[in-house]
């Protein structure tokens, strides 16, 4: 079937079995690797990308299901300069392995979309849909917090 939809702000035509998951599609067709396979049931989030927006579990969309719609994978996060984020985890070290450090910032960035200003329970809440082996979680929630105070100080 074919299916066309916004793949990074770029139109994108895709010739797939109507069962062909997003995740593959990334990883094999297009040879997008940011995305990482994780637990493949959408419990770990590590192959969290946006979906016209909102974090959605790559491994269990269906790209069928994408006709019309806009994806954003980690290496459409940022274009010409590193997000803050991206910017934010290098300057403090943030990852371990770096294995879900992709869906972790896809979590991060559409959280901080839809509220620039989290308290740490709502960081918290939002960062618990992606699982972190190495247990980086301190570090992951302060990077954020940082985020947020520096959009506090600038208001």
């Not at 094999?28 to 946006?50: M, R």
């Not at 579990?57 to 806009?70: I, P, W």
Request: glycine share 8%; aromatic share 6%.
């Amino acid at each position: 079937m074919k299916v066309t939809f916004q793949l990074n702000g770029e139109k994108q035509t895709a010739e797939v079995e109507r069962d062909t998951k997003l995740l593959w599609y990334l990883r094999e067709y297009l040879e997008l690797t940011g995305t990482k396979y994780g637990c493949g049931i959408a419990q770990c989030g590590a192959c969290t990308v946006h979906l016209d927006g909102s974090p959605v579990k790559a491994c269990m969309t269906f790209v069928a299901a994408l006709e019309g719609r806009s994806v954003t994978t980690i290496e459409g996060l940022s274009k010409e300069v590193l997000h803050p984020l991206q910017e934010v985890w290098i300057e403090d070290q943030v990852p371990q392995c770096g294995y879900c450090q992709s869906g972790q910032l896809m979590q991060a960035a559409a959280l901080l979309d839809k509220n620039p200003k989290p308290s740490l329970s709502e960081i918290k809440k939002s960062m618990d849909q992606v699982l972190c082996r190495c247990g980086t979680y301190y570090r992951i929630n302060k990077a954020i917090e940082k985020i947020v105070e520096s959009e506090r100080n600038a208001s």
